[in-house]
């Protein structure tokens, strides 16, 4: 009888080490060119490119991890959709450059859809709405976007804030500074180099909560417009485009966008 029992905990274990060796996952890198070993079945890995000094939606931690709100968005699409991503810190024109000449598949780094962009590339449907901000010094007479006309601006090169500011200032204003980054650009307000930034409302809002101590206020105008966030991808990748929309909605439907964004949209 004693043997017995043995015979069985010895099966029982030699089954539950195989079980164990089944869950491990293999480094989930593409060293093979895009796919990954998981559970005996390849999964597609796709490349995303971002620029993470964009919290809420992408920054990196005390580890060196990258994190966000677009990280969790993306990952929760590739768990329904059942691809592995893997992330890539690469600047802001990169992300653009990148996805061109297929280095990376998917840019994700609160990429606002304007038609613009859409002539050179494709975006899923929307998961985020945004809008641009002014922010100035606490003492700034600065009221509106009307008032920068003449002032020194300065702007994260290349993103709306900084279409913005050549829509209202010119192509060609010499009062425009731009730089590589949202809290570069933020910091040479600070600094007294321009008299204005204009960002992202949430990064901006983002940045206040994190640097308190700076003595900044933000003007809101209705004369930005309304702005959508979407994953970028190569013109003409309708693969990927549609394997991306279909996780983004299944996640708008079972209410995990609204649970990662905080905000409910559909
Ligand atoms: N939403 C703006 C744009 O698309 C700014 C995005 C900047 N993103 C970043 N990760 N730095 O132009």
């Given at each position: 009888m004693k043997k017995r029992i043995w015979t069985l905990l010895m099966i029982v274990?030699?089954?539950?080490?195989?079980?164990?060796g089944c869950g491990t996952k293999e480094?989930?890198?593409?060293?093979?060119?895009?796919?990954?070993?998981?559970?005996?079945?390849?999964?597609?890995?796709?490349?995303?490119?971002?620029?993470?000094?964009?919290?809420?939606f992408e920054s990196v931690d005390d580890k060196g991890n990258i994190v966000g709100i677009d990280v969790d968005v993306l990952q929760a699409i590739a768990d329904e959709m059942d691809f592995?991503?893997?992330?890539?810190n690469i600047g802001w024109e990169?992300?653009?450059?990148?996805?061109?000449?297929?280095?990376?598949?998917?840019?994700?780094?609160?990429?606002?859809?304007?038609e613009e962009r859409k002539?050179?590339?494709?975006?899923?449907?929307?998961?985020?709405?945004?809008?641009?901000?002014?922010?100035?010094k606490e003492d700034s007479k600065i009221k509106s976007l009307a008032d920068?006309?003449?002032?020194?601006?300065?702007?994260?090169?290349?993103?709306t804030g900084h279409m913005a500011a050549k829509k209202l200032q010119g192509?060609?204003?010499?009062?425009?500074?731009?730089?590589?980054?949202?809290?570069?650009?933020?910091?040479?307000?600070?600094?007294?180099?321009?008299d204005a930034t204009i960002g992202d409302n949430a990064v901006i809002y983002e940045y206040m909560e994190a640097n308190p101590k700076a003595k900044l206020k933000v003007i809101k105008d209705d004369a930005f417009e309304k702005e959508y966030y979407g994953f970028m991808v190569r013109k003409g990748n309708e693969e990927l485009l549609k394997i991306l929309n279909e996780g983004l909605q299944k996640i708008k439907d079972n209410g995990k966008l609204k649970e990662i964004t905080g905000t409910d949209f559909k």
């Amino acid at each position: 009888m004693k043997k017995r029992i043995w015979t069985l905990l010895m099966i029982v274990a030699a089954f539950s080490l195989v079980l164990a060796g089944c869950g491990t996952k293999e480094n989930t890198s593409s060293s093979d060119g895009g796919t990954s070993e998981d559970n005996g079945a390849k999964k597609q890995v796709y490349k995303v490119g971002t620029e993470a000094t964009f919290a809420p939606f992408e920054s990196v931690d005390d580890k060196g991890n990258i994190v966000g709100i677009d990280v969790d968005v993306l990952q929760a699409i590739a768990d329904e959709m059942d691809f592995e991503v893997e992330w890539n810190n690469i600047g802001w024109e990169p992300v653009f450059q990148t996805i061109k000449n297929s280095e990376t598949d998917i840019g994700a780094s609160g990429i606002t859809i304007n038609e613009e962009r859409k002539e050179s590339f494709d975006f899923t449907e929307p998961y985020y709405e945004s809008q641009l901000l002014i922010v100035v010094k606490e003492d700034s007479k600065i009221k509106s976007l009307a008032d920068l006309k003449d002032k020194k601006i300065s702007v994260q090169i290349n993103a709306t804030g900084h279409m913005a500011a050549k829509k209202l200032q010119g192509e060609a204003s010499t009062n425009i500074m731009a730089f590589e980054n949202q809290p570069v650009a933020i910091q040479e307000m600070l600094n007294g180099n321009v008299d204005a930034t204009i960002g992202d409302n949430a990064v901006i809002y983002e940045y206040m909560e994190a640097n308190p101590k700076a003595k900044l206020k933000v003007i809101k105008d209705d004369a930005f417009e309304k702005e959508y966030y979407g994953f970028m991808v190569r013109k003409g990748n309708e693969e990927l485009l549609k394997i991306l929309n279909e996780g983004l909605q299944k996640i708008k439907d079972n209410g995990k966008l609204k649970e990662i964004t905080g905000t409910d949209f559909k």
